[in-house]
């Protein structure tokens, strides 16, 4: 059964309320192209742009978002810019300032970006630097790499003109006291009401670029990366079919090359909700999944404006701003038992 809950907020909807164009599957795409897509392209849907789609209950990040594509800006702006808002929210303690750190106390930051032509940047266990996605999108525009990790990273920040910040806020270092005391390291499903911001969005022009940051999870192994600053595992964009991100156990992620499946089976001709489902399907079926004791949850969109998401278990949710409404959909999920 999928719950809808509904976030109809006055003071955000007046964000989206002229909403603008409209989008036709393949338009303008060359013969070689229409090709490529033609499983996608067959059935053509009208879907009102643009979009923005976020991984739980983010409505002040889609809002964000939503805010800039309404300003005429790019979807690249407006994905780094809503991940932007979650970043500096000291409260939510899984993304940027306020994260919860690793088992020693640091806290460690990943975060990735992609635009509409499959250019990427990432960056691995970064510390001190609250914008960790804006520092992903300038490995991706300023240099010859992909992914920045470490000292290097925040090196590399710095000399973009970042300012270093402690991190570890008064209350994240209370929850990380008290969690020594046991010192129990078990990843616990849906830590809480948000978790890794993932952010994908279609612009005006059509064009989908996505976002993805995480201080990864809580009291983690120093050093440890998960999916979320990997291209493929937690983020994936192809502008001629679609874009997907990922949240949850980022191990588990990892091992199915989550976000690319999804997208590879849009390609295929899947739905984004169908997608999701089977990329689920792939981690919970492997012999021996211990699925029960992990969560992870998948949103996507598609080239034609389509939007799924799908989890292992419930409480997993989307927000979507689209036509005025910045709402916040509980995801279906695969174990009802
Ligand atoms: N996927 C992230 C990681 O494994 C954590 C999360 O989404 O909560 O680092």
Redesign the pocket.
């Known amino acids: 059964m999928k719950r809808r809950h509904f976030i109809k907020n006055a003071s955000l909807t007046s964000v989206g309320l002229a909403v603008g164009s409209t989008l036709v599957g393949c338009a303008e795409k060359t013969s070689e192209e229409k090709k490529a897509t033609a499983a996608t392209s067959s059935t053509h849907s009208k879907a009102t742009l643009p979009l923005v789609i976020a991984t739980w209950h983010v409505i002040d990040a889609t809002a964000k978002a939503m805010e800039v594509l309404q300003a005429g800006g790019n979807a690249l702006d407006a994905v780094e810019q809503g991940c932007m808002v979650e970043e500096a929210n000291e409260k939510g303690q899984?993304v940027g300032k306020g994260g919860l750190p690793d088992r020693d106390g640091n806290v460690t930051l990943?975060a990735c970006i992609m635009d509409k032509h499959g250019n990427c940047g990432s960056v691995v266990y970064l510390q001190n630097i609250t914008h960790a996605v804006s520092v992903a999108r300038k490995v991706m525009e300023d240099t010859p790499h992909v992914m920045l990790a470490g000292e290097g990273a925040k090196q590399f920040a710095v000399s973009k003109g970042f300012e270093p910040e402690d991190l570890l806020t008064e209350a994240s270092k209370e929850a990380w006291k008290k969690w020594k005391v046991e010192a129990k390291y078990k990843p616990i499903i849906n830590?809480e009401n948000h978790?890794?911001i993932g952010m994908l969005a279609i612009d005006k022009n059509g064009d989908i670029s996505g976002a993805c940051t995480?201080s990864?999870?809580a009291y983690k192994m120093g050093g440890r990366v998960?999916?979320?600053p990997i291209i493929g595992s937690?983020l994936f964009v192809d502008n001629e079919i679609g874009a997907c991100v990922?949240?949850?156990?980022?191990?588990e992620?990892v091992k199915t090359v989550g976000s690319f499946l999804v997208v590879e089976l849009m390609r295929q001709g899947k739905s984004p909700q169908e997608a999701c489902e089977e990329a689920i399907s792939r981690i919970v079926n492997k012999p021996n999944s211990n699925y029960k004791d992990f969560q992870v949850g998948y949103i996507a969109v598609n080239k034609k404006g389509e939007t799924g998401s799908y989890s292992i278990h419930q409480w997993f949710s989307m927000t979507k701003f689209q036509d005025g409404v910045n709402e916040q959909i509980q995801s279906d999920y695969f174990n009802k038992a």
């Open positions: 899984s990943d830590i978790d890794t995480t990864g999870l998960g999916d979320s937690g990922a949240t949850g156990l980022g191990e992620v």
